[in-house]
């Protein structure tokens, strides 16, 4: 009965592992993991729906200035002096309308051009989502060096001080050294465990966060092929920000709103003016469907309609404060647009600067401590030097290549954070966008 129990355990065990034993390894650069999440990231998917929705608008609004061809049916019970002579008591109606507007006031027109900003606009949007999911994955992937380094040099930390303990236990044995210092190097030793465990953790979480942001299985052993390295930037924060101005899809994309607004306050301005349309219609009516045998029912008419609402209550008045509103509002977004990108840029740009300061430092520092770790082993293993002072100097080495680290990642963030403040393109072109507007501006459209 035990040997059956021990049976089941194993296999409920094996089961629970599986997962783990079965995930996949993946090797990864981070150009593969961005174009990975380009192509399966959801908030891009998000960003081309609303794309897809913004064509369907614009050809709506194209299909309000062509043909319109409608067609109405009526079946009635009938009855009354004037169909007396009719000999029934139902009656079938049908009439065709062909409608084509010749002047709807700056409605159609104004729909359009506001629908086409809109598409363009949608265009911009979804660039600065492809731009900010780039940021992200390179994020993650910087995540993912820097817990790799840690978890490398926690390791070598293990390393150092198990030796180091090693050490001590010979020489107690031989009676050169004190047996406390057997107590304090284990001590050392365990808090140095404990932080590798803490750091290998870390890095699993990371690739986690990363697997998912590209559309991974979380569960994938994904092994980045790169490692975090300084490479020097030479643009000064004048020309970053102009770059920015030019650039940045959703700055340029508070412009097209502003435009666009404008467009639909023209079309709700319709209101004020006639709509004429051209129209064909054929009627005809008799006892059954279709049929046509009632002869003062049996018509047609070709011509022009206009119809003018001269008095309505002030509801276009209302349309067009409410546009004119909306106008106002895009307007104000669009300086606040203007002062955020400024100052996202400047963030980025004096993080750059700060980090690139810190890695000059923090080289140096790691120098420092490497000569003392050395100086102090030396003396200890000479008798000279006591196991508080190795130690330290052990601390000071794991802390200095930690925060040089940290200043390698902080650096490379913050020039990731840079491009995508400044809108480095992914995929669109924003000059041509710009173009557009401003020809349009000129144009006084």
């Known amino acids: 009965m035990g040997r059956i129990k021990g049976a089941a355990t194993l296999a409920l065990l094996l089961y629970a592992c ?109 660039e600065r989502t492809r731009q900010t999911v780039r940021n992200l994955v390179t994020r993650d992937y910087y995540n993912i060096l820097k817990c790799q380094s840690q978890v490398e040099v926690y390791q070598e930390s293990v390393n150092n001080l198990q030796a180091h303990l090693d050490n001590v236990n010979s020489q107690v044995r031989a009676g050169t050294m004190a047996e406390k210092d057997i107590l304090s190097s284990e001590v050392s ?100 469907p279709f049929k046509n045998n009632v002869d003062n029912s049996d018509a047609w008419k070709i011509g022009v309609n206009a119809d003018w609402n001269i008095f309505d209550n002030q509801i276009t008045e209302a349309d067009v404060n409410q546009k004119k509103a909306a106008v106002h509002r895009s307007e104000a977004e669009l300086k606040d647009q203007l002062s955020k990108v400024k100052l996202e840029v400047r963030t980025a740009y004096l993080n750059l600067r700060a980090a690139e300061e810190n890695i000059k430092t923090m080289r140096e520092a790691l120098a420092q401590a490497q000569e003392d770790y050395r100086i102090e082993t030396v003396r200890y293993n000479a008798g000279v030097g006591t196991n508080l002072e190795i130690m330290d100097a052990q601390d000071k080495l794991v802390s200095a290549k930690g925060d040089y680290i940290t200043a390698l990642y902080n650096y490379n963030v913050s020039r990731a954070s840079l491009d995508a403040a400044m809108g480095i393109p992914v995929e669109l072109d924003v000059a041509p966008y710009r173009e557009a507007l401003e020809n349009n501006n000129k144009k006084g459209e």
């Open 189 to 288: 030793l365990a808090r140095g465990k404990q932080y590798l465990v803490t750091a290998k953790n870390d890095y699993r979480v990371a690739i986690a966060t990363f697997n998912n942001d590209v559309g991974l299985p979380t569960e994938t052993d994904t092994k980045p092929q790169e490692k975090l390295t300084y490479e020097s930037y030479d643009k000064e924060l004048t020309s970053c920000e102009e770059y920015a101005i030019l650039n940045r899809p959703d700055l340029l994309q508070k412009e097209y709103a502003v435009r666009q607004n404008k467009a639909g306050m023209e079309a709700a301005k319709a209101g004020y003016r006639p709509q004429v349309n051209a129209a064909v219609t054929r009627s005809i009516a008799g006892d059954s």
């Open 18 to 126: 599986a997962p783990l034993a079965m995930a996949e390894s993946v090797n990864m650069t981070l150009d593969e993991g961005v174009r990975m999440a380009l192509e399966r990231n959801y908030t891009i998917e998000e960003s081309e729906a609303d794309k897809d929705s913004a064509y369907w608008n614009l050809r709506r609004a194209r299909r309000q200035s062509g043909l319109n061809l409608s067609w109405s049916t009526g079946a009635n019970r009938i009855g009354g002096k004037s169909y007396d002579e009719r000999n029934t008591n139902r009656e079938f109606s049908n009439q065709v309308s062909l409608k084509y507007p010749l002047y709807s006031g700056g409605r159609i027109e104004n729909n359009i051009k506001a629908a086409n900003l809109g598409l363009s606009g949608a265009d911009l949007m979804l």
